[in-house]
Structures are given as structure tokens and as C-alpha cells.
């Protein structure tokens, strides 16, 4: 597991300290504060390449930069096979790049990273791992396996033929096979899509064009159709992409462990970026249960890490049942300004774990900071309400003008109605 991380000059803080938990790993704050570029952190720490390096087609996960002209450095532990190390690497100027220890380092498992674009990256200790000690030990392997978000559909190519087929060609042989990939492939989506109409079921091989001759995998819709998986729904396709990329990386990472008389992996550690990702609530409130117990359930012996960042209050709401402070944490990433100091700075909090009981009450929370779940103009008109209820002399006309606006932006059924009409009958502004 990715135990901490610790960056000096690097990233939107000056200093940024964090020590993650063995299970689940929370990290919200407002945009920009760098949650996407932790989870890039996280990444290299555990594989010493920057997405964007191995696959150029990327447009996110790029190297690290520093902060202009200071020392930076990246500190960071790792537990693997019964060993932990400590590392600590600079950024040397004159090379523009990380200094890596040298010697092998500890094998932190399989390591899957989703990206918030669609893109994926997969680091696997059968395939990757650095094994390569003197120039006779045969052809490099490849640093990972980063897939840009077609090439998940379509296929990654190497350099000597490809890597992966891609969704649509595995989907569709695998379907063709009827063997343990496609029962897998059927269990995952089953498990991460909601019970009743909206379960995500394989439907008939189907052709979509006259230019392509893959037989395209379809959904069994509600509707009565078969609709190919290319036309389905942004939130559909990213469900889709994350139960064939979880296949995939656990089908190759047993056969390769296989060819190489290794076990397979005893630790994953799953990085995953705005995990309620184009999800309607109803999927949202499932996402990070269900990737837990497909993940455990695919692994059986392995120790699951799971690093998300998010912006949904509901994914916060829906993790109460499971949340263990004993093995998950959360992170809040903030901008604070101290008194006398001149700019704000980003800071990142381990926070307690305080169950919150509804996403309405998360949004209110020091995870998404909002004075209120409402409007704008409804979270104003409630603030002057406030203050007119403590005020024993407010303005009578005031008051009533409040009124007519508190009806155009409150429900009839809203809580605050009761205190207002109680007080505003007392004082007569209500009759
Ligand atoms: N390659 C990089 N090198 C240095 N800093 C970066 C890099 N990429 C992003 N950042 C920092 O991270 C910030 C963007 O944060 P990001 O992680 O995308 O925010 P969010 O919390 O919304 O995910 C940028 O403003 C910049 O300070
Ligand atoms: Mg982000």
C-alpha cells in the first residue's frame, strides 16, 4: 500500500503531508486544489512514470513541475510483499526529471489508475515490474500499460503488435467464447450498475457500420433495444470502461503471473479520479461500495487501497454504512488565509469522520464548505430572515416584502416556514 506522501515545492501547496489508510481514501475539495494532481502523485510514486510519459496521447497526468526556483523534492512510503521503504527523490534541474532511487524497488502490487477524461492506466508487477538488471535480459518490457480514452475501446498498441484488443474486440470474442472472461465481464457490470431496470446486461453482437466490420457488444436496454456500447450514455460507458478495464487488468495479470510460475498479486491499489463521473445519483450512491467488493471479489486474497477523489456529496453520504476509521480516511484539500498573511495557501486536512446522514447535509459540511443545499438567492433571503427573526424591532414592511420573497424560493414544506410564521404571527407581520 501507498503509505505517505510527502512534496516539497511541488503542486499547489508549498508543503503537502498526507498518510493514507490501508482501505479507503477520500480526498474532496473545491476545484483546482489539487486532488487530480495528488492521485498523478500517487501514481509515479508507485511506478515512477508520469502517465503522460508512456503514452503521449494523453493530455492529462504530465511530470510533476515545481515551484520556480526552489528545491522540490517527493518523499513517499510503500508497504509491499512484507517489506516497507522510505524514498525520497529530488527534481534535478539540469536533467528536468525526478532522481529515481536506485536498486529494485518494493512491488506495491497492481496499481490501476482512472482518470477523470476516460483515460486508464495499469502498472501490473507480472508485466511491468523492473526486472531488468544487466542489458542481456532481453527486450525492455513496458514501463505500464496507459490507455488515452480510445484506446480503451479500440485498442493499445506497442511496439510490436498490440497490447490490449481494447473493449470492443474483447468484449465481443469473449461473448463469442462464452468462458470465465465473459462471466466476469457480466458479473462486474451486474455488480456496479442499481438493481431493477437499470442493470447492465450483455445483449446481442450487432454491426454498426458498413466501414466496420467489429462485431460490436450491445446493452440490453429497458426500452427494448439492443443499443451498442459506443452509444450508450456517457455515465453507462463510464461503468462500461471500468468493468472491462478491471477485467482485463486481473485476467492478464493471472495468466502473465501464471507463465512466470509467480503468485498473483496479495495488494491492489486502485487510484480513481471524481469517482461519481458523469453517474446519475442512483449510481453515485453505489460507486464506491460496489468497486470495493467487485475488486475484493476478483482478488480474493488481495489487499484493496482505494484513493478516490470527489466531488459528490451523495458518494460521502453513501459510504457512512461502510466508513471504518480504522482503515479508511478522509482528506479535505482547502484554501486558508492565516491573519497577517497576504495570499491564500492550500492545505490538506485528515479530517474526523463525522456521519453527516444525508447528502444535504454533506454539502453544508467542511467537505464542500456551502452555506446552504439551496439556491443562491434562496441561501440570501434565508440569511435576511435570519437576521429579521433576531431583530425584535425589524421593519414591519421589510418583513413583509421578506415574505413574498421567501415564497417565491422556499418549498411550501421547508422546515424554516414554522419559526417564521410562529414569529412573524407574534410580531404581526402574518395574520
Ligand atoms: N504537472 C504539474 N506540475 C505542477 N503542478 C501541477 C501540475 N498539474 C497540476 N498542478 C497543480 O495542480 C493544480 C490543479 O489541480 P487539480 O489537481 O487539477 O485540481 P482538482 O483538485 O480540481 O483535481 C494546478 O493549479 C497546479 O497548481
Ligand atoms: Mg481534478
Same mark, same amino acid.
Do not use: C, Q
Given at each position: 500500500m501507498l503509505e505517505s506522501i510527502h512534496l516539497k515545492n511541488?503542486?499547489?501547496?508549498a508543503e503537502t503531508k498526507l498518510d493514507l489508510a490501508p482501505r479507503l481514501n477520500i480526498l474532496t475539495g473545491d476545484n483546482g486544489l489539487g486532488k487530480s494532481f495528488l492521485l498523478d502523485i500517487a501514481w509515479w510514486t508507485l511506478t515512477r512514470k508520469w502517465p503522460a510519459e508512456v503514452n503521449p496521447k494523453l493530455t492529462t497526468g504530465q511530470m510533476a513541475r515545481p515551484r520556480n526556483g526552489e528545491e522540490a523534492s517527493i518523499a513517499f512510503s510503500l508497504t509491499g510483499k512484507a517489506k516497507r521503504q522510505a524514498y525520497s527523490s529530488a527534481f534535478n534541474r539540469y536533467q528536468q526529471a525526478w532522481t529515481i532511487p536506485v536498486g529494485r524497488p518494493v512491488n506495491p502490487g497492481l496499481v490501476i489508475y482512472a482518470q477523470v477524461d476516460g483515460s486508464f492506466s495499469v502498472w501490473d508487477p507480472?508485466?511491468?515490474?523492473?526486472?531488468?538488471? #544487466? /542489458?542481456?535480459?532481453g527486450p525492455e518490457r513496458p514501463h505500464a500499460y496507459v490507455f488515452s480514452p480510445r484506446e480503451v475501446w479500440d485498442g493499445l498498441p506497442g511496439?510490436?503488435? /498490440? !497490447?490490449c484488443n481494447g473493449l470492443i474486440n474483447d468484449w465481443s470474442g469473449w461473448q463469442k467464447e462464452r468462458g470465465e472472461s465473459f462471466r466476469l465481464l457480466s458479473a462486474v457490470l451486474d455488480a456496479l450498475s442499481p438493481d431493477g431496470e437499470e442493470k447492465l446486461t450483455p445483449g446481442a453482437l450487432t454491426r454498426i457500420s458498413l466501414d466496420d466490420v467489429r462485431d460490436m457488444p450491445t446493452l440490453r436496454l429497458p426500452y427494448g433495444q439492443d443499443v451498442p456500447v459506443i452509444h450508450a450514455s456517457a455515465g453507462m460507458r463510464r461503468i462500461i470502461a471500468l468493468a472491462y478495464f478491471l477485467t482485463w487488468c486481473w485476467h492478464e495479470h493471472v495468466h502473465a503471473s501464471k507463465l512466470l510460475g509467480q503468485e498473483v498479486a496479495d495488494q491492489i491499489i486502485f487510484l480513481i479520479d471524481e469517482?461519481?463521473?458523469? !453517474?446519475h445519483p442512483r449510481w453515485q450512491r453505489l460507486i464506491v461500495k460496489s468497486l470495493l467488493e467487485v475488486v475484493n471479489n476478483m482478488a480474493l486474497a488481495a489487499r484493496v487501497q482505494l484513493i478516490a477523489a470527489t466531488h459528490s456529496p451523495l458518494v460521502l453520504a453513501s459510504i457512512e454504512p461502510v466508513f471504518d476509521e480504522q482503515q479508511d480516511a478522509w482528506f479535505d484539500f482547502d484554501l486558508v488565509k492565516s491573519e497577517g498573511q497576504e495570499r491564500h495557501t492550500v492545505q490538506i486536512e485528515k479530517k474526523d469522520w463525522v456521519r453527516q446522514g444525508d447528502a444535504s447535509s454533506w454539502l453544508v #459540511? $467542511? &467537505?464542500? $464548505?456551502?452555506?446552504? &443545499?439551496?439556491?443562491v438567492e434562496a441561501e440570501e433571503a434565508l440569511n435576511e430572515a435570519a437576521e429579521a427573526l433576531k431583530d425584535e424591532t425589524f421593519d414591519h414592511k421589510k418583513a413583509q416584502a421578506l415574505d413574498q420573497k421567501l415564497r417565491t424560493l422556499l418549498? $411550501?414544506? $421547508?422546515?424554516f416556514w414554522i419559526r417564521w410564521r410562529f414569529v412573524g404571527e407574534k410580531r404581526g407581520w402574518i395574520r
Open positions: 511541488v503542486g499547489p501547496a507480472a508485466r511491468n515490474y523492473w526486472r531488468k538488471k #544487466s /542489458m542481456t535480459e511496439e510490436r503488435g /498490440m !497490447l469517482i461519481e463521473a458523469h !453517474l #459540511s $467542511d &467537505a464542500f $464548505d456551502l452555506g446552504s &443545499a439551496r439556491s418549498s $411550501d414544506t $421547508d422546515p
